[in-house]
């Protein structure tokens, strides 16, 4: 089902209009209609006993790393095999209508890319890409290599996907940058994100701090739902599209 245009607030399309500037950050919710689950959402199958707030820890791969490289193949191949959805898809026609656009993404699943959007700071990382444990560089896996995980060709420690595990820090470069996208941005929506994890959950206050309007995009209430100036009720496939659609028709 499709937002009606008569849900969008005037205010907000006249706000779209006039900014040079938009700022967004997305959460694993803008990839459930790609078919990838949310973060915390129950897992399914094989996978449903575990937390993954458990297995995404340097401490889970220290204990298990065969465990925790599986839990990442799967989620790989979940992505893989995904498409991005409207909601990506509104966001890179969002980029075309201004002149200043960042999108400040939590996910790992690089949809926002393949929909064509541009300016993406992936703030915890890529599923698809792998390091070496030890030497933090990027890896190729080697093709014959059968281990699991497979092992780094240069110093032979495993490889761990190239993500932000919990309780380690961002890659460098990236929180600056988000937290200038939110400090200069007119206009910076929140969509999908439970805004649970820190440090991002602090951009969007920090927007609203420098007098931007702020915009939540989630069927459900989060800590940011009564800060923000609109709070759009919906799944961001069907709200997104209904935006950009109504404020640049
Ligand atoms: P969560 O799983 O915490 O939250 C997903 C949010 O998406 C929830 O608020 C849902 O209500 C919302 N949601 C669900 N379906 C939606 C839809 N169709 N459209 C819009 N919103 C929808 O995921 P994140 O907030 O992304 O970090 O979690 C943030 C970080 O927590 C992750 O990047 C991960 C995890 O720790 C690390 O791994 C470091």
């Known amino acids: ?55 995404a820890t340097p401490e889970a791969f220290e204990r298990d790393p065969r465990l925790v490289w599986e839990w990442y193949a ?4 979940l992505v893989e095999k995904a498409a991005p959805n409207p909601g990506h898809e509104a966001l890179a026609e969002l980029e075309s ?8 993404t939590q996910n790992v699943d690089g949809l926002h890319r393949r929909a064509g959007s541009r300016n993406v700071i992936e703030l915890h990382g890529n599923i ?22 497979p092992s780094c060709p240069g110093c032979g420690a495993f490889l761990r996907p190239d993500v932000v595990w919990f309780g380690e820090i961002l890659p460098a470069g990236a929180l600056e940058k988000a937290f200038d996208a939110a400090r200069d941005c007119d206009v910076f929506f929140s969509i999908g994100t439970s805004g649970l994890v820190q440090p991002a959950a602090s951009l969007a206050f ?14 459900d209430d989060t800590p940011l739902t009564r800060h923000a100036e609109y709070a759009l009720r919906g799944s961001a496939g069907e709200v997104l599209p209904a935006l950009v659609r109504v404020a640049y028709g």
């Open 97 to 104: 209508r201004v002149p200043d656009f960042e999108l400040l």
């Open 1 to 55: 089902m499709e937002m009606p245009a008569t849900d969008v607030p005037e205010s907000l399309v006249t706000a779209l209009r006039n900014a040079r500037n938009i700022a967004v950050l997305t959460g694993s919710g803008i990839s459930a209609e790609s078919g990838v689950p949310t973060f915390r959402d129950a897992q399914t199958g094989l996978w449903a006993r575990y937390d993954p707030m458990e297995l």
């Open 128 to 149: 698809m890409r792998s390091k070496c444990s030890v030497e933090d560089v990027l890896v190729e896996p080697r093709e014959d290599d059968t281990g699991v995980p």
């Open 74 to 77: 799967w989620r790989r191949e």
């Open 206 to 219: 920090e927007a609203m701090r420098q007098g931007a309007v702020v915009v939540e995009v989630n069927p």
